[in-house]
Each structure stands twice: as C-alpha cells, then as structure tokens.
C-alpha cells in the first residue's frame, strides 16, 4: 500500500531534549516536505527536499533541522525543542513538482513542556 | 507568491451537490490548481488538480474558468464523510522552484442530514 509513515503519533517531551520525528515513503517520490499546523494559523512549511541531498528552507524554519540521505526516508530534527514548537506536524511526498498531488502522513502530536 | 481565496464555510445538505469557489486572480500560467481536504484529526488529503481543462475523478470535478482566476470543486453528492476542511492550493508546475503549497484558511464544509 502507497503510503507515508510518520513515527512517534504522539510525543510529550521537555524543552531542551533533542528529538526526531522520521517520515518515510513507500512510492519513491523525489520530493517530500514538513509542515506544521497550529489553530487559527493553519498549515505552514518547515522544510522541504526535491531530492536527495537537496533540501531547502520553507516559510517557518526556525528551531528545526532535517536531512535527506536516502530518498525514502526525511527525519525532523528539533535539536532543542522550546514550548512554542508544541504543535501537529505533517509528512508529505510527491512525485514531483506541480503537476503532481502530494501524499501526507498521518500527523505526530507534539507536546513540549 | 500566487494565492487563493475560499469562503471560511458552507453547508449543504446530504446527498446534495456542493459548489466550492475558489478565487486565484494572480495565477501564473505555470500554477497548476490543487484541491485537498482534511478531516478531523487525519492528514490532508488529495482530493484533485488541474492545470486548464476541467478534470473529473473519482471522488470530484474540478471546473476551471477560462481565464484561470477562479475554479469550482463539486462533490457531485455530498455525503457526511465529506464534511471537512476543504483547501484550494497552487502549485508551480517547474520542477526545480519551490514547490512548497501554501495553505489558507480553506472552507469548512458542513454536511446537514
């Protein structure tokens, strides 16, 4: 079944400790990017990759890193997680560019504290 | 950066057809029109695209004006599993711009029994 995989579903963590939300997809998409949905200010970009080893800044990027070594697989790495990171984080694949939907994961829930 | 604009809600009645507009008058000629819904607590998911003819699938059609400024998603027959946020999206058909899709607000659809 073509689908993205997103893991943990739900995390509760304290401010400071390093963790790693992976996504991975079963369609061999070249690009795959994170977004972040928090109420009233909708889903926003935080990363995105065309390909492997090819990775870019979306519209909130501040406070996360990812990397794109193999092409199935674009962990987000929160390297010190504050509070206002607390939010619901979105995985997404597509085959390419516009002309192509795009497949997202199931969502992971993260609580800072 | 081309953007869209929906109406924050509709309702329609079961089993009834739903005409959502979506008004994009900076598109560019390479922007192709996504549609995508979410539900509660999932992930958005692809509902359809287009670049300038009308397209039909299983799940909606999607009716483009001429001139490209507008377009109209229609569930043919709305069901209560349609009920969700529904998000009218360009997306630049170069496979080498930023492919980041910008999510507004989207439409609230209420489905009634």
């Known amino acids: 079944e073509a689908q993205v995989t997103q893991n943990p579903r739900y995390l509760i963590t304290v401010t400071g400790k390093k963790l790693t939300v992976t996504c991975s997809q079963n369609?061999?998409?070249?690009?795959m990017s994170w977004y972040r949905q928090d109420p009233g200010l909708g889903l926003r970009q935080i990363y995105y990759?065309?390909?492997?080893?090819?990775?870019d800044k979306g519209d909130v990027p501040e406070g996360y890193k990812v990397s794109r070594k193999e092409k199935r697989n674009f962990p987000l790495i929160l390297e010190s997680p504050s509070p206002n990171q607390t939010s619901l984080y979105f995985c997404?694949?597509?085959?390419?560019?516009?002309?192509?939907?795009?497949?997202f994961g199931p969502g992971t829930r993260l609580t800072v504290t | 950066d081309a953007k869209t604009t929906q109406p924050n809600s509709m309702e329609s009645n079961e089993e009834e057809p739903v005409h959502l507009p979506c008004n994009h008058s900076t598109i560019s000629g390479t922007d192709y029109i996504h549609w995508y819904r979410q539900l509660p607590s999932q992930g958005p998911e692809y509902v359809i695209h287009g670049l300038t003819s009308n397209v039909n699938n299983r799940m909606a059609s999607l009716a483009i004006a001429e001139d490209r400024k507008s377009s109209t998603l229609i569930l043919h027959r709305a069901t209560l599993r349609d009920a969700a946020v529904y998000y009218c999206?360009?997306?630049?058909?170069?496979?080498?711009?930023?492919?980041?899709?910008?999510f507004g607000a989207g439409t609230r659809l209420t489905v009634k029994p």
């Open positions: 997404a694949s597509s085959l390419g560019g516009g002309g192509y939907e795009q497949y």
């Open positions: 999206i360009l997306r630049d058909a170069g496979w080498y711009n930023n492919n980041d899709m910008r």
């Open positions: 990759s065309m390909n492997v080893e090819v990775t």
């Open positions: 369609m061999n998409h070249e690009y």
